[in-house]
């Protein structure tokens, strides 16, 4: 089927909800203090039905498994609820799993799709959103032995689902890796009860320092991931696959800015990298840890203090700081590859959504194959010709 592409109308979806996710703005953007849409147009949702939506298959030897748990934090109430007494999360858990039939996991519910969709301005069918095809497979028997862990954090108003190709491979690959949904912090998650969270943190985060907040609740959150999958509070029925000596984390947008600073206060987490987030806490206890900066070219901004320049010097540990040419903020994301299949132009990123797909692959799991499992990768060493968009910056 022949499918006439639109355009992002105004600014580009990066530009558009950077703030919200607390990425630094170019000069030349619209500043904005509360979370604001991404104005998209689509393909119908009719086409978008007749042609279903997927993600590009995973590149690892392991089929991949997924569960899914929820976690409660008696000990906090709710930042942006209090009166739901107590800190909620929701996880995927990606798995290395034996080969097997069956269906595959859903990608998320209707209503999620539904919310994200509305949030986002884009006319697409949320039936067909919800039903883009995955590869992992609900609760498939996991294959024997211990593996690392990353823990991958979502934007704000992003749900974790925005992180599942990215996921997916890592767990083919032989990755434990765990997607967070922060409860009141998307457009919207499902919760047990059949309850869907919406953004109640959106109405209470409209001043620049907001950001700095976000970035240390979720620290706090993702320390208390941990304490779950791992050790003697252990929650998971599979936790025996993770190795704890060798656990990662990392995020997109405000979820790597929770990442520099859950790794300020929590040394169980070995390697961090960032996927065009600002910095809102700034490195300060990291020691030699590494640190892998991915973003766009719109990150070198030394004015801004919270711009990658001002944090660049107090990672004192292995680090780089890549940027990848006609990207923008979603491009790390399953944003690209799905708005590539709807037919939605964003004219901030002129990166197509495979070869932004291939890049975020290839590079994220060269760093956690390096640091988490001390195998040597030449990729992260310079410029590539199998990735000319790939630049090192050197400040």
């Known amino acids: 089927m022949t499918r006439t592409r639109t355009a992002v109308r105004g600014l ?22 509360a979370p604001a849409p991404a104005v998209v147009t689509a393909t119908t949702s009719a086409e978008a039905t007749a042609s279903r939506l997927a993600l590009p298959r995973p590149t690892g030897p392991f089929a991949v498994g997924r569960d899914s748990l929820h976690l409660v934090d008696k000990s906090r109430k709710d930042p942006w609820v209090p009166t739901a007494k107590a800190r909620e999360l929701m996880l995927s858990l990606y798995y290395p799993a034996r080969a097997a039939g069956g269906r595959t996991a859903p990608y998320t519910s209707t209503k999620e799709a539904e919310l994200l969709l509305k949030a986002s301005e884009v006319d697409a069918s949320p039936a067909a959103w919800s039903a883009t095809r995955t590869f992992a497979r609900a609760g498939a028997k996991p294959v024997g032995g211990r593996f690392p862990l990353v823990v991958l954090s979502p934007g704000f108003t992003a ?18 890796v765990a997607t967070v949904d922060h409860a009141y912090e998307s457009t919207g998650a ?19 320092e ?4 976000i970035a240390e609740v979720r620290a706090k959150d993702l320390s208390f991931v941990l304490d779950r999958l791992v050790g003697r509070q252990a929650a998971w029925r599979h936790s025996g696959l993770i190795d704890a000596r ?11 800015a929770a990442t520099v600073a859950v790794m300020n206060t929590d040394r169980r987490v070995r390697a961090g990298m960032n996927m065009d987030g600002g ?13 892998l900066l991915l973003g766009t070219q719109q990150t070198a901004q030394p004015e801004d203090p919270y711009t990658w320049g001002s944090a660049w010097p107090r990672f004192e540990g292995w680090k780089r700081w890549l940027t990848v040419a006609g990207s923008g903020h979603f491009t790390f994301t399953d944003v690209p590859v799905l708005f590539d299949q709807l037919g939605v132009d964003d004219p901030s990123a002129t990166i197509s959504g495979p070869r932004a797909e291939r890049i975020t692959r290839a590079y994220i799991a060269a760093y956690f194959d390096r640091h988490l499992r001390g195998t040597p990768q030449p990729l992260l060493d310079g410029p590539t010709p199998a990735h000319p968009e790939v630049g090192f910056h050197r400040p």
């Open 12 to 33: 580009a979806v990066a530009a558009a909800i950077a703030v919200a996710l607390a990425v630094p703005l170019p000069a030349t953007a619209v500043a904005q203090t």
């Open 190 to 208: 499902a919760f047990p009860g059949g309850r869907i969270l919406t953004c109640a943190a959106c109405e209470q985060t409209q001043e620049p």
């Open 210 to 213: 907001s950001g700095k907040v």
């Open 159 to 176: 749900p974790r689902s925005t992180l599942t190709h990215l996921a997916e491979d890592l767990a083919s690959r032989g990755y434990v």
């Open 246 to 256: 060798r656990i990662g984390m990392g995020g997109h947008s405000i979820g790597g």
């Open 279 to 291: 910095i809102q806490v700034m490195p300060d206890g990291l020691g030699k840890r590494p640190f």
